[in-house]
Nanobody, 124 residues
Framework: QVQLVESGGGLVQAGGSLRLSCAAS????????MGWFRQAPGKEREFVAA????????YHADSVKGRFTISRDNAKNTVYLQLNNLSPEDTAVYYC?????????????????WGQGTQVTVSS
């Protein structure tokens, strides 16, 4: 049974940083690409970042490029999202997702398993 558990969200001031973690279990982690998506209040869920099975290939949305960084530690079955220089527009619930097969994707429908999400709130 695939399980994804996010942590690391919270309340931070604009310009601050957070590191989100997603602990994976119930599947062979290195067979999966991983991604982060977010959903702000009143908006649709959107792509944030994705990483291939090895960590050697990453995608980031233009809105977060240069501020957010996705990475993974296959020894710990964990994927991370480092959030720097946060702004109130980054306030959202952040979701971790797993895609069977090692190729990363920006498309939500390509990911078959999702975590419950972690709230990130950025105050101005």
């Amino acid at each position: 049974q695939v399980q994804l558990v996010e942590s690391g969200g919270g309340l931070v001031q604009a310009g601050g940083s957070l590191r989100l973690s997603c602990a994976a279990s119930g599947f062979t982690f290195t067979n999966y690409a991983m991604g982060w998506f977010r959903q702000a209040p009143g908006k649709e869920r959107e792509f944030v970042a994705a990483v291939n099975w090895s960590g050697g290939s990453t995608y980031h949305a233009d809105s977060v490029k240069g501020r957010f960084t996705i990475s993974r530690d296959n020894a710990k079955n964990t994927v991370y999202l480092q959030l720097n220089n946060l702004s109130p527009e980054d306030t959202a619930v952040y979701y971790c997702a797993a895609r069977n097969g090692g190729t990363p994707s920006r498309i939500q429908g390509d990911f078959g398993s999702w975590g419950q999400g972690t709230q990130v709130t950025v105050s101005s």
